[in-house]
């Protein structure tokens, strides 16, 4: 356990539904990410936050896709309109104002 | 482009045997690099990093070796355990003052008894 939570674990969702994703990351860490990872590939880069600053995002990260992390601490990840090409397996890391970032257990989405 | 990629998809090892995993990397700015473990159902957790001025670097029972002439990244993990088997992926990154990581498809490392 690394200390970076995520909920739900898991998600069904029919197409076209909105889905949110919450991410607790290490309490004193000040910057927080979110990955995309497909069965079989690496995890790919959607977003990351420096505080309550969303600082970078990812051509990945169409308009349906929101992130937000009002308070600088948990995130959340929203999907709007969900596409079978949105199943896949969502991961936050977060880190101290540095390189090494710690991942948490990830949430897998499955919509039908 | 950015890219990260390893050189085999699978490695089969003996338990106690030392195994070594490849990967290439292809944007020579990258300054830092990662390896993660990865088991079945859980996120990558992190093993070892390097950075880019240096060549290598140990820890415990893994040794991560940086050739940037030929921009490739190792890690050996040395008296493999069962526990050892799991993906292992190599990343890099910052990138050009970015923080995200670019991480390559993965090795599956499989211990067998």
């Known amino acids: 356990d690394t200390g970076v939570s995520q909920d739900p674990r898991h998600k069904i969702t029919k197409r076209g539904q909105n889905v949110t994703f919450r991410c607790d990351p290490i309490?004193?860490?000040?910057?927080l990410y979110w990955y995309r990872q497909t069965l079989g590939q690496g995890p790919e880069f959607l977003t990351y936050f420096q505080n309550e600053a969303q600082l970078e995002k990812s051509r990945l990260l169409s308009d349906r896709f929101s992130a937000e992390r009002p308070k600088g601490s948990f995130s959340t990840l929203e999907i709007q309109r969900t596409e079978q090409g949105d199943s896949a397996m969502y991961l936050c890391?977060?880190?101290?104002?540095?390189?090494?970032?710690?991942f948490g257990p990830g949430t897998r989405l499955t919509v039908t | 482009g950015e890219s990260v990629g390893l050189h085999l998809p699978t490695l089969s090892v003996q338990e106690g045997d030392n195994s070594i995993i490849n990967c290439a990397y292809s944007n020579s700015a990258s300054d830092y690099f990662i390896w993660y473990k990865q088991e079945s159902g859980k996120g990558p957790q992190f093993i070892i990093d390097?950075?880019?001025?240096?060549d290598k670097r140990q820890g415990q029972r893994v040794t991560v070796l940086l050739n940037k002439t030929v921009k490739h990244l190792s890690l050996q993990i040395a008296a493999t355990q069962p526990g050892d088997s799991a993906v292992y992926f190599c990343?890099?990154?910052?990138?050009?003052?970015?923080?995200?990581?670019?991480f390559g498809q993965g090795t599956r490392l499989t211990i067998n008894p």
């Open positions: 390097i950075r880019s001025n240096m």
């Open positions: 990343a890099e990154g910052p990138i050009q003052g970015a923080q995200k990581l670019v």
């Open positions: 309490s004193e860490h000040n910057r």
């Open positions: 890391a977060s880190s101290l104002s540095g390189d090494e970032q710690y």
